[in-house]
RNA sequence: GGAGAGAUGGCAGAGUGGUCGAUUGCGGCGGUCUUGAAAACCGCUGUACCGCAAGGUACCGGGGGUUCGAAUCCCUCUCUCUCCGCCA
């Protein structure tokens, strides 16, 4: 969430932003700062009257030491009806922080200067497109065919075992899924990204920490009994690794990556959007997360950008960058990048990964932050990338790489599937 | 699942009702010494909120209670560790 010396200092400047999201926030904002003053007031008020308290118990403390028991019996009357009042104070104040932080936690991030305004990804802004789209014959099938037809997914035996959007990867369809994840993985490695297997149950705590709660609790899958969420990305447990940690300056920048499952409702998806690979409950995915400071967290993003375009040339996909428009904005991202590679047989860009800089949006709900230059503690800025999402990049590659005598590998990825061709 | 022990500042670890926001060590910062460094010695070193400031308030796992006064006593929750049981 944002900061509330943000917000105080910023007002007006961070209201024109979030309009770039069609969000007139001026009523939220009001509301947070007038529920401001009256916390800061009745702070005022019920500090004042602890001091006094303090001062009188200490004062009955040396009477009681210096034998003059009837003073002492006085004066503990009198701090009873303080202790009354500051009671009275203390609750109020209670419920005015809870209101102010589900304000806050209504608002969503401030998005960065370079963000577009618009209402849909029909708004978002085309940064680049690189690659040729292959001219396939009329024949061209896709992927869900060429899926069946060289036995690669079982879409049925994953319906019948779990349901909808829960497919079996076979044969050479489950060997592509773990060559493509160690090709990733490897990429990352070489960028300079640790790698963590982490949990793939994570508890609330962590799923407020990076916003998938209170925001998207129905997107994700709950377990009931022991109050654990499927992750929806290895994001969410990769970024609260360091939840609540005062981090040194030189431990910056941190660079992380995994790979993980990712579990995801999608509830009201429904359609084209849906078929085959296109959207799925249970997917793949490398992510690679970053830890930045301030100055750094937009070149950061530059470079995670670059690390995504390198693996889509070497895996020969056609693709473009958007600059996601406020209307298309996570709710907690000030500036995002989408990448989508063109599947060629259904004739539409698929998006295969997201990379966001949260600034201090997230770091403030996990309350991670660094010792600067001043030796002061300060939000670090947190990023995340899809590095990449597997199911559309199996479509696209299936789909772009068909051929009459079978489905071509590129070739910086044949060394980790052993196999060039799929026929 | 059963029994017991514990949770304190960046880390380690004291503190069992009253100047305790907290002894000490390590780490960090500054200084003396040194050509430089190390060692040694000296000093400083938690966070948040309110306030122009002086200063005030809160925080010793979370929540509640007792008391004039709680890190310290009571209740409760969560988590960690040890032992036993079960098990890949």
Redesign the pocket.
Known sequence: ML???AL?HDRDAIQSALAKRGLDAAPLLDRILDL?LQ???T??E???L?????????????L??SGQKAE?EA??AE??E??ERI?EL?EQQ?ALIQQQEAALLELPNRPHDSVPSGQSDADNEVVDEEGTKPELGADAKPHWELADQYRLIDFEAGVKISGAGFPVYRGKGAKLQRALIQFFLDRADAAGYEEFIPPHLV?SDSGRGTGQLPDKEGQMYHCAD??LYLIPTAEVPLTNLFRG??L?ADDLPIQLCGYTPCFRREAGSYGKDVRGLNRLHQFDKVEIVRFEKPENSYAALDGMVEHVKGLLRDLELPFRTLRLCGGDLGFTSCLTYDLEVWSAAQGRWLEVSSVSNFETYQSNRLHC?F?NGE????LVHTLNGSALALPRIVAALLENHQTADGIHIPAALQRYTGFDRIA
């Open positions: 900061t509330l010396q105080r401001d916390r800061r007031t702070q005022k019920v500090d004042d602890k001091a006094q308290q303090n001062a009188a118990s200490r004062e009955i403390g040396d009681f030491k002492a004066r503990r701090v009873g303080l202790k009671h203390d209670k508890n022991d109050d940690d005062l040194k932050r010792k030796g002061k503690p300060e």
